[in-house]
Nanobody, 114 residues
Framework: VQLQASGGGLVQAGESLRLSCAAS????????MAWYRQAPGKQRKWVAS???????LSTGSVKGRFTTSRDNAKNTFYLQMNSLKPEDTAVYYC?????????WGQGTQVTVSS
């Protein structure tokens, strides 16, 4: 399984970005998909999850600003990030879980300037 993350960039505070994660297999083969982020010098942390059927969860710090979605036909899931803050600056990683196996995509850098 390969996951290809894209969509990162440099934005100003208050702006938006949409990250994409394209899977090499149908996302219905996964139990769940997720986004994590890792700020410089910090541990990687969970941001949000989505199941193939569309159930979503997100961490408190992004609630109301970040939204996960998926396009089953494109085998792709997304992280829509609105009202970005400097503290959202991190490398964002997508992952997918199939039973006991976790697959990771490469990271995409998101930098939010104040």
């Amino acid at each position: 399984v390969q996951l290809q993350a894209s969509g990162g960039g440099l934005v100003q505070a208050g702006e938006s970005l949409r990250l994409s994660c394209a899977a090499s297999e149908t996302i219905f083969s996964f139990n769940a998909m997720a986004w994590y982020r890792q700020a410089p010098g910090k541990q990687r942390k969970w941001v949000a999850s989505i199941t193939p059927t569309g159930s979503t969860l997100s961490t408190g710090s992004v609630k109301g600003r970040f939204t996960t979605s998926r396009d089953n036909a494109k085998n792709t899931f997304y992280l829509q990030m609105n009202s970005l803050k400097p503290e959202d600056t991190a490398v964002y990683y997508c992952n997918a879980i199939r039973f006991s196996t976790t697959y990771w995509g490469q990271g995409t850098q998101v930098t939010v300037s104040s």
